[in-house]
Nanobody, 116 residues
Framework: QVQLVESGGGLVQAGGSLRLSCAAS????????MGWFRQAPGKEREFVAV????????YYADSVKGRFTISRDNAKNTVYLQMNSLKPEDTAVYYC?????????WGQGTQVTVSS
């Protein structure tokens, strides 16, 4: 069973950057595709980006394509989300999980707030 801890969120001005990290426990981390998801106030959780087990294949939501980059380091059991050119509409709690998500694996997430 994978356990996940997100970090790296914060308050940033529009146009700024943040790098999120997701540390995973469990020896089978490298066998999972991993995704980032987000939930804005009053909205449902939505998909942001996914990376396959090897890191060679990625896919992004249209809303973040060209601004966000997902990556992973299987030796460190960590997946990253580099977020550039942030917009106020990127404000949300960001979560990582396997893709498709493992219901029991949702963590606390990390808050990202982008001010205009």
């Amino acid at each position: 069973q994978v356990q996940l801890v997100e970090s790296g969120g914060g308050l940033v001005q529009a146009g700024g950057s943040l790098r999120l990290s997701c540390a995973a426990s469990g020896r089978t981390f490298s066998s999972y595709a991993m995704g980032w998801f987000r939930q804005a106030p009053g909205k449902e959780r939505e998909f942001v980006a996914v990376i396959n087990w090897s890191g060679r294949s990625t896919y992004y939501a249209d809303s973040v394509k060209g601004r966000f980059t997902i990556s992973r380091d299987n030796a460190k059991n960590t997946v990253y989300l580099q977020m550039n050119s942030l917009k106020p509409e990127d404000t949300a709690v960001y979560y990582c999980n396997t893709n498709p998500p493992t219901p029991q694996a949702w963590g606390q997430g990390t808050q990202v707030t982008v001010s205009s």
